[in-house]
Every structure is written in structure tokens, then in C-alpha cells.
């Protein structure tokens, strides 16, 4: 993978045995080839002084056609990220979950139902990498990879949600969640096509007052052949459990 922070040129200069043969006058320096110079202009907007920079954002309400970002895009990986302040000891455990849902929103069985104990649906459409309980560190905690070659014509949209595991203590709520992001890379080129920022959404709740537990981050909608994401940034309360209710889940226990 290319790596647009690397500025280092490659292109070789000149050997110094020909400047003992040739004509004496100075050598202008040599120029990269045309397409390296497009490339180092373009590299300019990922500067570390502005790291937001690099990111194409998507904000509440948006409407992104996936088709439109990559034409050929067929794989890619939700990343989610967030930071935990607040807790000495036992910090909140949150969890990204996907449905796959019918055009009547709900869940066709329990395999559209993609979480911490069930990583992967039986065509392996969706695959959930792994439960992160701690959201130490930088970068993605939880990432969910989606095969759009492999979902079925009968699901209609897919929906993220991103949930404080243990709904009845009244202590974990997302006022105590900073640096709340979704991002979606095409998994063929690596490429980031986008990022959405939740911390405005989360701040405002947090403001008027709400104890909220529960996100829908966004959801994909089927467009014939093209997929389009909606930037929801809705919260609610009851956790994980009442999102998979609502979807048509039976919860037991």
C-alpha cells in the first residue's frame, strides 16, 4: 500500500560517470517524472498539522451514494472508533452490531443478526472481526467487513448500531464516550471512502439531558444495483436488546 505521507523520491539521479564525459557546465537538477509531482500536490491535504484534512466527512443527514465513491467497489470494511473517559476501574464495554434487514425493516431470522456472539451470518456476507471491551488505543476498535456480492436480493438495508453493553447501569451512557467515528474502507483499493463524526450528536443529547445508551449510527439502503448510506446519528435507551427487539429479534433472558 502506498503510503501518502511517504514524500521520498524515487526517480534516480543521473550517474556521476556521465558528468566526467560530458560537457563541464553545471547539470540542472533533476525533475521527478510529471506524474510524481501530481502526486506530492495531492498528498499536500493529508499534512499531520490538520489530520482531519484527509478525510472525505459525511455529517448528520447526508446521503452518500457508494457507487458514486468507488465504481467498482464490492467488499469493504466498517471501521468504528471511539475513547472512554471518566472510568478508573471498569470502563464501559461497547459493541458494534449490523442487521440485515427486509424491505419491512425487520430481520428475516437470527443469521441477520451480526454482534459479539454471532460474528458471522452462515454466506458469510457480513463478518464481524471481533469484540474490543477496553477502546484503548488509536484507530478502529471494531471493524465489520460487508461482501455486497454475497447479500442477498432480499435485504434491503443494512443497519449499524453501536451500543453500552450493560444497559441497566445507569452510569455507562455515551456522556462518558469521546471521539465516536464510523469510517468505510474499500477493502480492493484500501481506500478510505469516507468518515462519519458522532460526537456532535452524542454532545447534544448529553446536553438535554438524555442518558442515552444506544446508537443508530446509519444504515445502508439497496438502490437497485447501488447502495446508499444515511448519516442517522439517532440515540435511544434499552441498549442492544431493544434495537434487535425492535428488528424483530426474540431476546431471551
Known amino acids: ?70 465504481s467498482s467497489l464490492k467488499k469493504f470494511t466498517i471501521g468504528v472508533g471511539w475513547d472512554l473517559i471518566g472510568f478508573d476501574e471498569s470502563a464501559a464495554d461497547l459493541d458494534v452490531s449490523l442487521f440485515l434487514l427486509n424491505k419491512n425493516d425487520m430481520t428475516r431470522d ?31 476498535d471494531e471493524q465489520i467487513i460487508v461482501d455486497l456480492t454475497k447479500i442477498s436480493f432480499n435485504v434491503s438495508k443494512i443497519m449499524v448500531t453501536l451500543t453500552i453493553h450493560d444497559p441497566e447501569n445507569k452510569e455507562y451512557t455515551f456522556k462518558n464516550v469521546r471521539n465516536v467515528y464510523m469510517r468505510i474502507e474499500d477493502n480492493d483499493t484500501e481506500r478510505e471512502l469516507f468518515r462519519y463524526f458522532l460526537d456532535e450528536e452524542l454532545h447534544k443529547k448529553s446536553e438535554e439531558g438524555g442518558l ?16 446508499i448510506f444515511k448519516a442517522l446519528g439517532e440515540t435511544d435507551e434499552g441498549g442492544l436488546g431493544k434495537i434487535a427487539t425492535k428488528y424483530g429479534m426474540v431476546i431471551v433472558g
Open 212 to 227: 442515552t445508551n444506544a446508537l443508530y449510527i446509519g444504515c445502508f439502503e439497496r438502490d437497485s444495483n447501488n447502495w
Open 110 to 140: 437470527d443469521d441477520d443478526f451480526i454482534f459479539y456472539k454471532n460474528l458471522q451470518n452462515l454466506d458469510e456476507s457480513v463478518i464481524h472481526t471481533g469484540d474490543s471491551r477496553s477502546g484503548a488505543g488509536s484507530g478502529d
Open 1 to 70: 500500500m502506498i503510503d501518502p505521507l511517504d514524500r521520498t523520491n524515487k526517480t534516480e539521479a543521473p550517474s556521476s560517470k556521465d558528468d566526467e564525459t560530458s560537457n563541464p557546465a553545471p547539470n540542472p537538477a533533476p525533475q521527478p517524472p510529471i506524474e510524481e509531482q501530481e502526486q506530492a500536490e495531492n498528498t499536500k491535504a493529508f499534512d499531520d498539522s490538520h489530520p482531519d484534512d484527509r478525510f472525505n466527512k459525511v455529517v448528520q443527514g447526508d446521503e452518500v451514494s457508494l457507487q458514486d465513491l468507488s
